[in-house]
């Protein structure tokens, strides 16, 4: 059995930062790749960044250039380190991890972006 345990969630004011972080645990397994999430009050959840397990990453427009996604050695964790924080940016940030059979996803954490 594997678990995602999310992190580093909160409330911050415009043009503030936060660092996301996801560990897993329990069982090993292969990842694919990783991916942060977000789903905003009413709306759809939505792809933010991705990395694969060569490194490559690739980021929604809304996220290019103020949010970074990197990944640790042993593919066990996934942080995002969010810049410049916007109001429209509050929302429950989900990490997902994609292995050979099954995907994972974190339980979510809540960033809050408001003055």
């Known amino acids: 059995q594997v678990q995602l345990v999310e992190s580093g969630g909160g409330s911050v004011q415009p043009g503030g930062s936060l660092r996301l972080s996801c560990a897993a645990s329990g069982s090993a397994f292969l990842v694919r790749a990783m991916d942060w999430y977000r789903q905003a009050p009413g709306k759809q959840r939505e792809l933010v960044a991705t990395?694969?397990?060569?490194?490559?990453?690739n980021y929604a427009d809304s996220a290019e250039g103020r949010f970074t996604i990197s990944t640790d050695n042993a593919k066990r964790s996934v942080y995002l380190q969010m810049n410049s924080l916007k109001p429209e940016d509050t929302a429950v940030y989900y990490c997902h991890f994609r292995g050979i059979l099954n995907d994972y996803w974190g339980q979510g954490t809540q960033v809050t972006v408001s003055s």
């Open positions: 990395i694969t397990r060569s490194g490559s990453t």
